[in-house]
């Protein structure tokens, strides 16, 4: 179940920020490469003309501590889809992630 979970999740990131290197521009062999982006920069989606904003690379703390977990399990309940959403929080870990565009 958990690698379901993950597997949407990860589906979902690579259709949002389209799977494209930073500093590349689309379209066809030997395109210019754009400016490095910046933390913080925005730019618009030209597939539906939504703001989008940089995440840098980076490290950060994913998931949640035992305290956090029972307040959630408390929110979503403890049946079996309960366990099933909150599950994806455990264990809290480091992550070291490549920067990527998300919508404003």
């Not at 689309?26 to 030209?46: R, S, T």
């Amino acid at each position: 179940m958990r690698a379901i979970w993950l597997l949407v999740v990860t589906i979902l990131i690579v259709g949002v920020t389209g799977c494209s290197k930073p500093g590349v521009k689309a379209g066809h062999v030997g395109a210019k490469p754009e400016a490095a982006p910046k933390i913080g920069d925005v730019k618009i989606n030209p597939k539906d003309g939504a703001k989008m904003v940089w995440v840098p690379a980076g490290e950060f703390l994913m998931g949640s501590t035992d305290a956090q977990y029972a307040a959630a399990l408390k929110g979503f309940g403890t049946g079996q889809i309960g366990k099933f959403v909150v599950d994806s929080e455990r264990p809290q870990r480091k992550f070291n992630g490549d920067g990527y565009w998300i919508y404003k």
